[in-house]
Nanobody, 115 residues
Framework: QVQLVESGGGLVQAGGSLRLSCVVS????????VGWYRQAPGKQRELVAN???????TYLDSVKGRFTISRDNPENTVYLQMNSLKPEDTAVYYC?????????WGQGTQVTVSS
C-alpha cells in the first residue's frame, strides 16, 4: 500500500509560479515510477510529468521548459515546479505512484490560473 499526500495548489495569475509537493509513504527507490497527472473539467486525465526508477523524466509537450519534476529521496517527496503558468494549466493535479503492478493516487490539489 502506498499513500500520497499532495499540497501546494492554489490560485495564481498567468505568468506566475507554483510548486506542488507530494509526500509518499514509501521510499521513492521502491517505486517503479512517481509523477503528476492533471484533469481539467470535461477532459481526460493526462500525464504531466513523471520520474521512473532509473531517474529518467517524461513531460507533457505543452509543459516542457516550464515545469520541472524533482524528488527529495530522504524526505520521500516529489515536487512539481510550475513556472510561466497559463490559464490552460488550470486543473486538478494528482500525484501518482506505480508500485509493482499497482497504481496509487493522491487526493488531488486544485491549480487555477487566471488570465
Amino acid at each position: 500500500q502506498v499513500q500520497l499526500v499532495e499540497s501546494g495548489g492554489g490560485l495564481v495569475q498567468a505568468g506566475g509560479s507554483l510548486r506542488l509537493s507530494c509526500v509518499v509513504s514509501r521510499s521513492l527507490f521502491s517505486l517503479n515510477a512517481v509523477g503528476w497527472y492533471r484533469q481539467a473539467p470535461g477532459k481526460q486525465r493526462e500525464l504531466v510529468a513523471n520520474i521512473v526508477s532509473g531517474g529518467w523524466t517524461t513531460y507533457l509537450d505543452s509543459v516542457k521548459g516550464r515545469f520541472t519534476i524533482s524528488r527529495d529521496n530522504p524526505e520521500n517527496t516529489v515536487y512539481l515546479q510550475m513556472n510561466s503558468l497559463k490559464p490552460e494549466d488550470t486543473a486538478v493535479y494528482y500525484c501518482n505512484a506505480k508500485y509493482w503492478d499497482e497504481t496509487y493516487w493522491g487526493q488531488g490539489t486544485q491549480v487555477t490560473v487566471s488570465s
